[in-house]
C-alpha cells in the first residue's frame, strides 16, 4: 500500500514538473512493453488449421507456422469439420 502511495506521488511529481515520459511510456496503453528474453519465453505448441471450400469442395490445412503439412484428404476434411462444429 505504501508502495503505491509513493509510487502515485513519484508520478505525479513527475507530471507537476512537465517533464516528458521515460520511453515507451507514452504508448496508447500507457504502459510499457515487457518482453520476456527467447529463452525464458513457452514455446506455442503447433497447430494445424483446416477448413473445406463449399463452392469447389476442397479441403486444405496450414499449421501456425505457416506450412502446408502432408495430410490425406479424409484427415483434412475430419479436422474442418472438427472445426466447424467446434470439438
Do not use: K
Not at 2 to 20: H, S, Y
Not at 34 to 46: C, G
Not at 65 to 71: A, I, K, N, V, Y
Not at 73 to 87: F, K, P, S, V, W
Request: negative net charge.
Amino acid at each position: 500500500m505504501v508502495l503505491l502511495v509513493l509510487l502515485a506521488g513519484a508520478i505525479g511529481a513527475w507530471w507537476a514538473l512537465d517533464r516528458p515520459l521515460p520511453a515507451g511510456w507514452g504508448e496508447e496503453n500507457g504502459l510499457p512493453e515487457l518482453r520476456l528474453p527467447e529463452f525464458m519465453r513457452a514455446a506455442e505448441p503447433e497447430r494445424i488449421y483446416c477448413a473445406e471450400s463449399p463452392d469447389t469442395g476442397r479441403c486444405s490445412c496450414i499449421t501456425s507456422t505457416g506450412e502446408r503439412p502432408d495430410l490425406g484428404d479424409e484427415e483434412c476434411r475430419r479436422r474442418a469439420r472438427e472445426a466447424a462444429t467446434g470439438q
